[in-house]
């Protein structure tokens, strides 16, 4: 123990804005070419002393995020503690802003953010390496959640590399959110792409080079023209009233829209701040999205506050 009585730990969101999935592999996983982007909508975990582990969460549809071990933020300080003889006596509290089980990487968001404060509060000092370790066990966008910036994401996801975003640095691009009610299951939208894949030969993911060229210039018309999802025809599938959310946003003048990872959160990326203004109100006012939040990435990783 440090005698600290509580670290609080702020963690971002992410898009992706190229998903190349491969075929299933043998471990009911999928090869990936995953291009992470970190995006400035943030959950905040606080880990503090207490007799027993235990979970609570407020923030919206926190009713659907479970309190007990299952929680990844959870199983993130039981496995931090088994790896350095500790008890994991710890109070994780979750402030949710990230849309739950929305394809924006909450939970992986909130194991990262767990791992990162427990570290700090247990002073255990896991070298950056460990607690990536720890990250690629707990889940595929784990790893990225903890890194933040843009990155490349291979394997499963869990293998990084760093990208260089040009423009104007931190905050290059201007997104919105479109929040949906209800979330999507990230195992079912795969199971989906394989069912809409089957007796296709699906072709191995490859990062797209002309996705790296406008990351690294900062060129958000020329990102539009790359971003790519995989995953979206599954889960419009899964959830067909997304094309209207789609729609509405294109048409009130964003550069691009595309499903979120995994979904049902769509996103829409705009030429500057003012114009994610606009699609936010457009998107409302459409009625076909609960709600709508605007975004720059990318923004730093998790970051103790
Ligand atoms: O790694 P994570 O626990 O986030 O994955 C959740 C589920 O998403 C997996 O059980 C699997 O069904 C699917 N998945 C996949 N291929 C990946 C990542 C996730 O099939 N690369």
Redesign the pocket.
């Known amino acids: 123990m440090t005698g600290r009585t509580a670290v609080t730990v702020r963690v971002p969101a992410k898009v992706n804005v190229q998903l190349a999935?491969g075929g299933?592999r043998p471990d009911?996983?999928?090869?990936?070419a995953?291009v992470f982007l970190a995006v400035g909508l943030y959950d905040e975990v606080t880990a503090a002393p207490a007799p027993a582990l235990r979970v609570t969460a407020t923030g919206p549809d926190t009713d659907r995020v479970p309190l007990d071990r299952t929680n990844l933020a959870a199983r993130a300080a039981e496995l931090l503690a088994a790896r350095y003889g500790i008890a994991p006596d710890v109070h994780l509290h979750i402030a949710k802003d990230i849309p739950v089980a929305g394809g924006m990487a909450g939970g992986?968001a909130d194991a990262a953010g767990a791992l990162v404060a427990c570290d700090a509060l247990w002073g255990t000092g896991a070298s950056r390496e460990e607690l990536l370790e720890i990250c690629a066990e707990l889940?595929?966008?784990?790893p990225f959640s903890l890194v933040g910036g843009a990155a490349l994401g291979l394997?499963?996801?869990e293998l990084l590399t760093p990208l260089e975003v040009g423009g104007v640095g931190a905050g290059a691009f201007h997104w919105v959110f479109a929040v949906a009610d209800g979330g999507l299951s990230?195992?079912a939208v795969?199971?989906e792409f394989d069912r809409l894949n089957e007796g296709v030969d699906v072709p191995e993911p490859e990062a797209s080079p002309g996705l790296m060229d406008a990351l690294r210039a900062g060129d958000a018309a020329a990102l539009a023209g790359a971003l790519s999802n995989d995953l979206q025809p599954a889960a419009l599938s899964l959830r067909p009233s997304l094309a209207a959310t789609l729609s509405a946003g294109t048409a009130a003048g964003a550069l691009a829209a595309l499903v979120s990872g995994?979904g049902p959160t769509t996103a829409f990326l705009a030429k500057d701040a003012e114009s994610a203004v606009a699609v936010a109100d457009a998107v409302v006012a459409s009625g076909t999205c609960r709600a709508a939040r605007v975004a720059v990435g990318p923004v730093a990783g998790a970051t103790v506050v």
Not at 139 to 142: E, I, M, R, T
């Open positions: 999935v299933a009911g996983f999928h090869d990936l995953n992986s889940g595929s966008d784990v394997g499963r996801g990230t195992p795969y199971a995994s």
